[in-house]
């Protein structure tokens, strides 16, 4: 086929199209119409921009008594996004707050071990099983004090995307029990008389955590 190639091309709607096809050689003869399906669909997230790391600090939880901050995963969000998937292709809609899910890193024993997996509530492709838009760290967290976080995206047909963050997790004010135990040891070594006694070592056995 030499000559000139002629095409236009309107932008297509989400679903199966054809295209057909007459080839015009160079004396003018024109070929048989010949139609070629194809479809347009949308199978590609858009993936969120993330905040390069957040930072906060536990907060004692008044029903628990346990150490506990929430923050939403629009907290990650640096900027809008959109997406391709409306009616028509080439026009864009931003993804909604409400399709912004987080998830924090979690273990075998509830903290972070800097593996994504089932143990994060992931399936096998990655994707959170129960999509949350807030997350809460804890204690745990605060022991690790940078926990990987992801901020994910689901567009309206279901594609998911993710960026990658964390947050740094502190207990400035000791409400997590490992602190408060932690800072309670010490104190003065006597002898039985009562008298202080300089130079002694002491040891602790069992798991300080
Ligand atoms: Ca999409
Ligand atoms: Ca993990």
């Not at 026009?91 to 994060?120: F, L, M, T």
């Not at 567009?155 to 990658?164: I, Y």
């Amino acid at each position: 086929m030499g000559g000139n190639r002629h095409g236009r091309c309107q932008p297509a709607s989400i679903g199966d199209h054809k295209l057909t096809v007459i080839v015009r050689d160079d004396c003018g003869n024109l070929s048989l119409a010949k139609d070629i399906p194809f479809s347009i669909k949308d199978t590609n997230g858009i993936a969120p921009i993330c905040y390069h790391g957040l930072s906060t600090d536990l907060m004692k939880d008044p029903d628990t008594g346990e150490g506990a901050m929430a923050v939403w995963a629009t907290d990650f969000k640096a900027s809008d996004v959109a997406d391709c998937n409306a009616k028509t292709v080439g026009v864009k809609e931003n993804i909604p707050d409400n399709q912004y899910y987080v998830v924090k890193d979690s273990g075998a024993d509830g903290i972070a071990d800097g593996v994504w997996d089932s143990h994060d509530g992931l399936n096998e492709a990655g994707i959170p099983i129960e999509p949350a838009t807030s997350v809460i760290f804890d204690c745990d967290d605060a022991k690790v004090t940078q926990v990987a976080v992801r901020l994910y995206t689901k567009d309206v047909l279901g594609n998911w995307a993710w960026c990658e963050t964390y947050a740094i997790v502190t207990d400035g004010r000791k409400v997590c029990p490992s602190a408060a135990a932690s800072a309670a040891i010490g104190g003065a070594i006597t002898t039985e008389n009562k008298e202080s006694v300089e130079g002694v070592e002491v040891a602790l056995s069992g798991q300080v955590r």
